[in-house]
């Protein structure tokens, strides 16, 4: 057994249709270690599952490689499988069934004796506090119930590393924040879990290191910390005129503003960069009276992994 838990190499997932080639990913180089909890953050469309697929096993890659545990995802892919528990982002059990008789599916079919099978899942349902709906169905469930039904059965065969996609979406802020907890016992408990969101709060609250991918590239890998001293901690202001395009009136003069890093226009929006955001925002108000426009919204983002995104790819997360 390596430290290595993931180790991926320019892998690449290419997708012909009718409408087009998209590189859903676009060779990512990334490796995590054992034990951590790593998160793979990217807005819609970015290529987490489509990465989560490939390590997995479900989705074949064009090109590159990737190891899990050791192995090849194309080479020794039931070797993979062995090692892996999964949660994807959409609810695959078997709505007709209970909790219990899913998990004890799962269970069996990873060749546990029926008796083990029933210990473990009523030890697992214990864990996530389901007991008392083991012999509820599926269909009988809110969405977060279904979740952690999910991530139990992920863990009847004591995975060696955990995949999650997206595992709060959908959720609500107190169900996303217990599943939160759950899964940071399980980290101090050395379980290895990667996991991919959108909410960067998430990442943020969560995540050892995290990985911000966007059309299908890895932006940036690190440290929460060491994410945002790459930005040098700059706050990014917003600022919203009432007209359309109006922000390119003033950007010339906004730029030579002191205490100014960068300011762009997109739209009716300025969006200003700066280490000093307090003066910055008087100044520019006043750049805007006197340029007779109207002001109709500020944003003020603090340095954080919004504004590391906003720094490697120029646009806002949500756009
Ligand atoms: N089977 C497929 N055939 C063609 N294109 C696909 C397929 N699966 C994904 N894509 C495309 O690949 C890109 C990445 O998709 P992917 O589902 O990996 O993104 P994601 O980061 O998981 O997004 P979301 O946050 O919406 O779940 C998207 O542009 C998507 O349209
Ligand atoms: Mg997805």
């Given amino acids: 057994m390596t430290d290595v838990a993931v180790d991926t190499s320019e892998l690449r997932k ?57 192995a090849d995802v194309v080479g020794d892919p039931i070797a993979v ?20 008789e899913n998990l004890e599916f799962s269970g069996r079919y990873a060749g546990l004796t029926a008796k083990a099978a029933r210990r473990r899942a009523l030890e697992l349902l214990e864990l996530f506090s389901m007991e008392s709906r083991a012999g509820a169905k599926i269909n009988e469930m809110s969405g977060g119930q279904a979740q952690r039904v999910m991530l139990a059965r992920a863990l009847m065969r004591r995975p060696d590393i955990l995949f999650l996609d997206e595992p709060t979406s959908g959720l609500d802020p107190q169900t996303r924040v217990n599943l939160w907890d759950i899964l940071r016992r399980m980290r101090a408990d050395g379980q290895t879990i990667v996991l991919s969101t959108h909410y960067m709060e998430e990442a943020e609250s969560l995540c050892d290191r995290i990985a911000i991918v966007d059309h299908g590239t890895l932006l940036a890998c690190d440290t929460l910390d060491a994410l945002k001293a790459s930005t040098d901690l700059e706050t990014v202001l917003t600022l919203t005129y009432e007209t359309d395009a109006d922000a390119e009136k ?19 929006n300025l969006r200003v960069f700066t280490l000093t955001p307090d003066g910055v925002l008087a100044a520019l108000v006043r750049v805007g009276q006197d340029a007779g426009l109207a002001l109709a919204d500020v944003r003020i983002v603090r340095p954080s992994l919004e504004t590391v995104f906003l720094n490697l790819t120029g646009r806002e997360y949500r756009e």
């Fill in 14 to 70: 290419t997708y012909v249709t009718s409408s087009g080639v998209t590189e859903a990913v676009a060779g990512l180089t990334l490796r995590v270690g054992r034990g951590e909890l790593f998160g793979l953050l990217g807005p819609n469309g970015a290529g987490k599952t489509t990465t989560m697929g490939m390590l997995t096993t479900r989705i074949a890659p064009t090109s590159g490689t990737a190891a899990v545990a050791g």
């Fill in 250 to 268: 003033i950007i010339a003069q906004v730029k030579e503003l002191a205490g100014v890093t960068n300011a762009e226009a997109s739209g009716e």
């Fill in 81 to 100: 499988r062995r090692s892996i528990g999964v949660v994807p982002q959409y609810n695959n059990l078997d709505r007709q069934l209970t909790a219990l």
